[in-house]
């Protein structure tokens, strides 16, 4: 309940524009250290990520991708061995409700695809606190555009740039990767943020379907989907509809990984994305675990083989590029 207060001032300092020209309010109510208080009783197999550098990786920290009014937008570069890189490139957009979270979240998740040959980009954006959708959106396309432009500066191939997420940073990676073709969230008109590929780790996909709005629309308790979206699903459903990925498919759609904690609220619409794909001939792969926790990518033993999968499925998509 707490929380839900501090959102609901939030929100409302925002509206009366008490925090024009003051210091930004973070959130911080989620975070690796609160998730393993609170899931570590019933899951005893959960352990913190203790990891090595092996020879040749190195991380760029706080290098700034976008400019905003107020201040920078920043994203840390995790890269291999110049000798172990494949040229492909992976953006992870952490989650957090769309209103909390931070792009440290992914380092060790990072630092696991680095080690087997991928450049991977950590970016922060505006949460709802800050701004409501599109804006996160938005900084989202601009860091895939960034990267882009800069292929070169990173040894990677512009054309091999894979989209992946979290939980709500589940859900923005699906429908930045699905829609980037309409150019819904470009900032410029000539911008380029495709992807080759979209891994989901437990994101929403349609903010439409009955299972969904039984969990993400609740309207007593301040919904952080409605805080994210600006209002409930009835109040603007065309809104709720435009933010879910399934809405955004077309023929052109990017191979989409899929993994679900076994949770089936949190990948709603994930039937329908991968029944289009599969239609359509595009590489596709749904993984569900047996009901762990949520944000399982955080913790071993559900951390090395989240890397694990997300490189197979992105060396499936290499091989098939090789053979066009």
Same mark, same amino acid.
């Given at each position: 309940?707490?929380?839900?207060?501090?959102?609901?001032?939030?929100?409302?300092?925002?509206?009366?524009?008490?925090?024009?020209? *003051?210091?930004?309010?973070?959130?911080?109510?989620?975070?690796?250290?609160?998730?393993?208080?609170?899931?570590?009783?019933?899951?005893?197999?959960?352990?913190?990520?203790?990891?090595?550098?092996?020879?040749?990786?190195?991380?760029?920290?706080?290098?700034?991708?976008?400019?905003?009014?107020?201040?920078?937008?920043?994203?840390?570069?995790?890269?291999?061995?110049?000798?172990?890189?494949?040229?492909?490139?992976?953006?992870?957009?952490?989650?957090?409700?769309?209103?909390?979270?931070? *792009?440290?979240?992914?380092?060790?998740?990072? !630092?696991?695809?680095?080690?087997?040959?991928?450049?991977?980009?950590?970016?922060?954006?505006?949460?709802?606190?800050?701004?409501?959708?599109?804006?996160?959106?938005?900084?989202?396309?601009?860091?895939?555009?960034?990267?882009?432009?800069?292929?070169?500066?990173?040894?990677?191939?512009?054309?091999?740039? =894979?989209?992946?997420?979290?939980?709500?940073?589940?859900?923005? =990676? =699906?429908?930045?990767?699905?829609?980037?073709?309409?150019?819904?969230?470009?900032? &410029?008109?000539?911008?380029?943020?495709?992807?080759?590929?979209?891994?989901?780790?437990?994101?929403?996909?349609?903010?439409?379907?009955?299972?969904?709005? &039984?969990?993400?629309? *609740?309207?007593?308790?301040?919904?952080? =989907?409605?805080?994210?979206?600006?209002?409930?699903?009835?109040?603007?459903?065309?809104?709720?509809?435009?933010?879910?990925?399934? !809405?955004?498919?077309?023929?052109?759609?990017?191979?989409?990984?899929?993994?679900?904690?076994?949770?089936?609220?949190?990948?709603?619409?994930?039937?329908?994305?991968?029944?289009?794909?599969?239609? !359509?001939?595009?590489?596709?792969?749904?993984?569900?675990?047996? *009901?762990?926790?949520?944000?399982?990518?955080?913790?071993?033993?559900?951390?090395?083989?989240?890397?694990?999968?997300?490189?197979?499925?992105?060396?499936?998509?290499?091989?098939?590029?090789?053979?066009?």
């Amino acid at each position: 309940m707490k929380y839900q207060r501090l959102f609901a001032v939030v929100l409302s300092l925002l509206l009366s524009g008490s925090l024009a020209g *003051k210091d930004i309010i973070v959130d911080d109510s989620y975070s690796p250290g609160e998730r393993y208080a609170r899931y570590k009783p019933e899951h005893p197999e959960l352990e913190w990520p203790l990891q090595t550098f092996r020879a040749g990786q190195s991380i760029a920290f706080e290098r700034p991708y976008k400019r905003l009014a107020r201040r920078d937008l920043h994203a840390d570069v995790f890269y291999p061995s110049v000798e172990n890189q494949n040229g492909q490139a992976i953006v992870l957009v952490h989650g957090g409700g769309w209103r909390s979270g931070n *792009k440290s979240h992914f380092y060790p998740l990072a !630092h696991l695809l680095a080690q087997r040959g991928y450049v991977v980009m950590t970016p922060e954006y505006r949460l709802s606190v800050e701004a409501p959708y599109p804006a996160g959106m938005i900084d989202i396309n601009d860091a895939i555009s960034w990267l882009r432009e800069r292929a070169e500066d990173f040894s990677i191939n512009p054309d091999k740039i =894979a989209i992946g997420g979290g939980s709500s940073g589940g859900q923005m =990676a =699906a429908l930045a990767g699905h829609a980037a073709q309409s150019g819904k969230y470009h900032s &410029q008109p000539a911008q380029n943020s495709t992807v080759n590929a979209v891994i989901d780790l437990d994101g929403v996909l349609d903010f439409t379907t009955e299972l969904a709005l &039984q969990f993400e629309n *609740k309207k007593q308790h301040n919904s952080a =989907a409605a805080l994210w979206l600006g209002g409930t699903y009835e109040e603007l459903p065309q809104i709720w509809a435009e933010a879910s990925a399934t !809405h955004s498919l077309h023929r052109q759609s990017p191979p989409t990984l899929i993994i679900s904690s076994g949770q089936p609220r949190f990948t709603a619409g994930h039937a329908e994305i991968t029944a289009y794909l599969k239609k !359509h001939h595009i590489i596709h792969q749904y993984i569900e675990l047996d *009901k762990t926790i949520h944000t399982f990518w955080l913790f071993e033993p559900y951390l090395s083989k989240t890397a694990q999968w997300i490189d197979t499925f992105l060396q499936r998509v290499q091989k098939q590029g090789e053979q066009q």
